[in-house]
């Protein structure tokens, strides 16, 4: 009733002499304006953090989603917070808002769900710029807190997962067998080299073998013989085909025809001839 006031220390006053605004503000702690004249006005400078509701736009690779975000922003101006604009916490839930929109328009659906510190740094620029100069009102925070995807487009991103999945798995396997590959060669090399280091890899794993199955009993066979009998094979299926193919490509033989000469013809006449031709006799006179 005296004019005497409180701010607290998380406050700044203002005080309104007949409706003007006078220069400095009021810090914390007990202070006294004529009640006559005066009216103070306290701001809030403690940091604010607004949940801005979830905005359903479509990116730039035409997928809609819907994202919720928050701003976290103080009053870094007092007589601007409250001349400037008429209820600042509303203006900047606003600003927020469309922000929001537009920067998700702006963006690639992989770029929200991937490069969150990028889109909330390009997010907190653009809410920052129209707010701090004019307002007193700076931002100093802005996350996005959920992304929702379409049903459709979840399934879609499941199986590109299990596809990557298996494309990775696939590479992995041939890698490794192509590195088995390369040192089952180096030793294959090393054992032609040496044919005593074949024989005791094959006792090696007639031994494995007896040591896992005792009832199983094993009969190496000598790797030479195998090589022997791979090269005598083809050999002798070769060679009685080709005998048939001689016989049967040949032509038949057939036998020559007789040829017959008659005895009364004299020796020359008889190279001249005919066939089979019998003797004529004389006409009767």
């Known amino acids: 009733m005296f004019g005497f006031k409180i701010i607290t220390q998380y406050e700044k006053g203002i005080v309104f002499r007949f409706g ?3 220069p400095g503000t009021r810090d914390p702690g007990l202070t006294w304006v004529n009640p006559f004249t005066d009216r103070l006005r306290k701001v809030n400078m403690q940091i604010i953090a607004a949940a801005v509701p979830g905005q359903e736009a479509i990116t730039r690779d035409n997928v809609t989603l819907r994202v919720d975000a928050v701003v976290y922003y103080r009053v870094v101006d007092p007589l601007k917070a409250i001349i400037n604009v008429q209820n600042y916490a509303y203006a900047v839930s606003q600003v927020a808002q469309t922000s929001l929109r537009s920067v998700i328009g702006q963006s690639n659906m992989d770029q929200l769900l991937s490069e969150r510190d990028k889109v909330n740094a390009h997010l907190k620029e653009v809410i920052d710029a129209p707010t701090e100069g004019p307002w007193g009102v700076r931002v100093e925070r802005v996350e996005v807190k959920d992304v929702s995807l379409p049903e459709s487009m979840k399934r879609s991103m499941s199986r590109q997962a299990e596809a990557e999945r298996e494309r990775r798995a696939r590479i992995i396997s041939a890698d490794g067998e192509y590195q088995a590959s390369k040192k089952l060669a180096a030793a294959a090399a090393v ?11 094959l006792l090696q794993t007639v031994v494995e073998v007896a040591a896992e199955r005792n009832s199983t009993l094993v009969m190496p066979v000598p790797v030479e013989l195998l090589r022997f009998f791979d090269r005598v094979g083809p050999a002798a299926a070769a060679q009685p085909s080709a005998g048939q193919a001689q016989d049967t490509d040949a032509p038949p033989t057939l036998p020559a025809p007789a040829i017959t000469v008659p005895a009364s013809l004299p020796g020359d006449a008889a ?8 003797p004529k006799t004389p006409a009767a006179v």
């Open 20 to 22: 003007r605004a006078l």
């Open 191 to 201: 054992m032609a080299a040496d044919p005593a280091a074949l024989q005791l890899r």
């Open 271 to 278: 190279l001249t001839a005919p066939v089979n031709s019998a």
